[in-house]
């Protein structure tokens, strides 16, 4: 029933920019259902990892200013690979999921290998901010009453920045329409 209706709804209103915002908006609930999923189930795989960060995402992830992260995720001063992954991969696999069905349902495009990689680039530095931005935010829930909430309310605060960026990234740049001139 769901899918007839979205298919009327897609069939009238096609290409049309308000309908791609909703298309947008509704597909993005799946890929913050499973961003979310994944920021809460991959501490379980990762959590026993011991590896210390490189030196330079150390200067991004300094304990210093994670106040609330736990002591597990920190050796000799050092933050591990098991607090960064988990936020790290749940966010590159969500929108690499988003990135295709995007181009397939919303967009109605065809990607290109430009554009694959200059998605993959873009989306690179925007998941390291935005990883930085959940460790910095889980970790100050963490001394709060919502501790046990804190990767989800960290995933969608990184979530929110990101729609920011990929929706015109995709929109307008990625999947863009080809005119006839």
């Known amino acids: 029933m769901f899918m007839s209706w979205w298919k009327k709804l897609d069939d009238r209103y096609g290409d049309n920019d308000i309908w791609q915002f909703i298309k947008f908006n509704i597909i993005g609930q799946s890929i913050s ?9 991959l501490p ?3 959590d026993g990892l011991t590896i210390k960060l490189s030196p330079c995402l150390q200067l991004i992830f300094d304990p ?6 736990e002591s597990r995720y920190v050796i000799d001063g050092v933050v591990t690979w098991a607090y960064v992954l988990p936020f790290f991969l749940s966010n590159l696999l969500a929108n690499i999921y988003g990135y295709f069905i995007n181009m397939k349902k919303t ?3 065809k990607g290109t290998r430009k554009g694959l990689i200059l998605f993959f680039a873009v ?3 925007l998941i390291l901010f935005t990883t930085w931005v959940q460790g910095v935010i ?3 829930l963490n001394q709060t009453s919502l501790a046990y ?4 309310i960290a995933a969608l605060a990184a979530g929110l920045i990101q729609f920011a960026v990929v ?3 995709e929109k307008y740049v990625l999947f863009k329409e080809k005119t006839n001139e």
């Open 138 to 140: 889980a970790s100050a």
């Open 107 to 109: 967009f109605r495009g």
């Open 123 to 125: 989306m690179f530095i």
């Open 44 to 46: 379980f795989v990762f």
């Open 64 to 69: 210093e200013k994670l106040p609330g992260i």
């Open 167 to 169: 929706y015109p990234l």
């Open 149 to 152: 909430a804190s990767r989800t």
């Open 33 to 41: 259902l499973l961003q979310l999923i994944l920021v809460n189930l």
